[in-house]
């Protein structure tokens, strides 16, 4: 069992930066991928990024790409998302998840930090 918890959200202006956390407890964390997911008032979950089980492969939605970037440190079991040049589009609930290795099944969730971004 895994349980996460995410951290770091807040409101900034336009071209301003966040860094979220997602905070994990439970001994397999390490052998699990974590994705991070957002959601915005009457739209879909949608998928951000993704990193594999050791950190050393990560993947984007085309939206973030070159603007986030996901990182892990397992020693730690903490999961990472550096922001920068936030738009006001990317104002949603962020969730941590954790799950297969391929990235097509998370198996725990978190309950998701509310970043909104002002224009």
């Known amino acids: 069992q895994v349980q996460l918890v995410e951290s770091g959200g807040g409101l900034v202006q336009a071209g301003g930066s966040l860094t979220l956390a997602c905070a994990a407890s439970g001994r397999s964390f390490s052998s699990y991928a974590v994705g991070w997911f957002r959601q915005a008032p009457g739209k879909e979950r949608e998928f951000v990024a993704g990193?594999?089980?050791?950190?050393?492969?990560?993947i984007y939605a085309d939206s973030v790409k070159g603007r986030f970037a996901i990182s892990r440190h397992n020693a730690k079991n903490t999961v990472f998302l550096q922001m920068n040049s936030l738009r006001p589009e990317d104002t949603s609930v962020y969730y941590c998840?954790?799950?297969?290795?391929?990235?097509?099944?998370?198996?725990?969730w978190g309950q998701g930090t509310q970043v909104t971004v002002s224009s």
């Open positions: 998840a954790a799950g297969s290795n391929d990235h097509q099944t998370y198996y725990y």
């Open positions: 990193v594999s089980w050791s950190g050393g492969s990560t």
